[in-house]
């Protein structure tokens, strides 16, 4: 079992920075690809970034490339999300999530994941 824990989000005007932060409990941490996934309104959930086991490399939904930043420290059993020129459609629940498949794997393999956090964006 792994247990991950959101945490960093909030309200932020349009242009504005985030940086989530996701705390992981439980299994080996270093073992698990990591991703970051959002839920807006009345949508379904959808991939924002994932990272390898190792950190070196990551991936981005197209819409967020270049914006968002994935990290993680495997020292402190964590992974962030650093979110700058926020957009009022980034606004949704994120959720990070944890892969034992490895970066790449479908959605459907990411089997552990956070309660969320609420991120506003407001123009």
């Known amino acids: 079992q792994v247990q991950l824990v959101e945490s960093g989000g909030g309200w932020v005007q349009a242009g504005g920075s985030l940086t989530l932060s996701c705390a992981a409990s439980?299994?080996?941490?270093?073992?698990?690809?990591m991703g970051w996934f959002r839920q807006a309104p009345g949508k379904e959930r959808a991939f924002v970034a994932g990272?390898?086991?190792?950190?070196?490399?990551?991936y981005y939904t197209p819409s967020v490339k270049g914006r968002f930043t994935i990290s993680r420290d495997n020292a402190k059993n964590t992974v962030y999300l650093q979110m700058n020129m926020l957009k009022p459609e980034d606004t949704a629940v994120y959720y990070c999530?944890?892969?034992?498949w490895g970066l790449g794997s479908p959605d459907s393999t990411y089997e552990y994941w956070g309660q969320g956090t609420q991120v506003t964006v407001s123009s």
């Open positions: 999530a944890a892969n034992a």
């Open positions: 990272i390898n086991h190792t950190g070196r490399t990551t």
């Open positions: 439980g299994r080996t941490f270093g073992n698990y690809a």
